[in-house]
């Protein structure tokens, strides 16, 4: 019987582990599957969370790209419809009223080409409808003045592609005005005031004398003109800088206009300093910025004169205007 105990012991002992193992094992099983199944659906979150974050930044830039699309499309359509209308503009003739106002205003004008005639009207169209022209000191513009201020600025670039991009006002004075200028000399700086006929301000405006600039459109031979002063201004400002030196077309040097521009003012200054008199306005002496501005006046109106006190100069002038004055009738 004692002998047998150990024997019948063991037997028990290994039975009643087998019940305990399978439920270890079954709750380990549990916990793995729990632990795996927790783990899986993590991972599903995870993977979830970013596709709908990816489909969110999706839908942002879709949404983006048709904003820019719309603003790209709007400002494309400003920009045609603006490219329209000065197309139009400039194809467009003057009414037969306004046409006589110019030539009765402006008798240079009859000298110009019937083709030139045709461009000159189009530009003269759409100056009037870019620049507010805005009485000062009373007066109260009219068509006439309107008219002929417009008509004497579009004259100088009748043939050429320049133009007055920036321009958007021309103030008239009935007559004279002061206007005040600052001048440095070192750390000091004076303002004094003077009498002025017109002005001439980086991109705009143009101040004129109602009275001189009609009384310059009806002389048409003297050499003196202050539309056409004041808008070549404007033109050698187109450059970036007033320096006598207008923004060239490819097809002109501007090393060849800058030593033609540079010898004739420099004879120009010497006569000037001899009290001596030439074609051109002694007040083109005051700086290269004036000299061009007082050649325009008489290449315009004594252009015969100018060619003949000075071909290089008359022949970078006709090339960059692109027109030869002496030539109209």
């Given at each position: 019987m004692d002998a047998d105990y150990p024997a019948t012991g063991s037997k028990l002992h290994a039975c009643s582990q087998q019940p305990l193992f399978r439920v270890l094992h079954d709750r380990i099983s549990l916990e793995i599957v729990v632990e795996l199944g927790a783990a899986h659906h993590g991972l599903f979150a995870s993977r979830l969370a970013k596709r709908a974050s990816t489909i969110h930044w999706a839908i942002h830039m879709t949404a983006l790209l048709i904003l820019v699309i719309l603003a790209t499309g709007c400002?494309?359509?400003?920009?045609?419809?603006?490219?329209?209308?000065?197309?139009?503009?400039?194809?467009?003739?003057?009414?037969?009223?306004?046409?006589?106002?110019?030539?009765?205003?402006?008798?240079?004008?009859?000298?110009?080409?019937?083709?030139?005639?045709?461009?000159?009207?189009?530009?003269?169209?759409?100056?009037?409808?870019?620049?507010?022209?805005?009485?000062?000191?009373?007066?109260?513009?009219?068509?006439?003045?309107?008219?002929?201020?417009?008509?004497?600025?579009?004259?100088?670039?009748?043939?050429?592609?320049?133009?007055?991009?920036?321009?958007?006002?021309?103030l008239i004075y009935p007559g004279a005005f002061k206007s005040r200028q600052a001048q440095r000399n070192g750390y000091v700086l004076t303002e004094r005031e003077t009498i002025r006929t017109g002005e001439s301000w980086a991109r705009g405006p143009v101040v004129l004398s109602w009275t001189h600039a009609q009384r310059g459109a009806f002389n048409d031979h003297d050499g003196h003109n202050v539309v056409f002063h004041e808008f070549a201004h404007q033109l050698d400002d187109l450059s970036g800088r007033t320096d006598g030196i207008p923004a060239l077309e490819k097809d002109q040097s501007f090393s060849g206009w800058v030593t033609v521009f540079a010898e004739a003012y420099k004879h120009h200054v010497q006569q000037v300093s001899h009290g001596r008199r030439t074609v051109i306005d002694t007040y083109g002496a005051e700086g290269p910025e004036e000299f061009f501005a007082v050649l325009v006046e008489v290449f315009f109106e004594r252009p015969v004169e100018l060619k003949h006190a000075e071909p290089a100069l008359y022949d970078q002038l006709t090339t960059y205007f692109r027109l030869d004055p002496t030539t109209w009738a």
């Open positions: 400002i494309g359509c400003i920009f045609w419809f603006k490219r329209q209308k000065r197309s139009h503009l400039l194809n467009t003739a003057l009414p037969e009223p306004q046409r006589v106002i110019v030539q009765q205003q402006v008798p240079l004008i009859r000298k110009l080409p019937p083709d030139l005639q045709d461009r000159l009207e189009g530009k003269i169209s759409l100056l009037l409808d870019q620049v507010d022209f805005i009485g000062c000191d009373g007066l109260d513009v009219t068509d006439e003045m309107r008219l002929s201020i417009a008509a004497q600025a579009c004259l100088l670039i009748v043939n050429s592609p320049s133009w007055y991009d920036h321009l958007r006002t021309i």
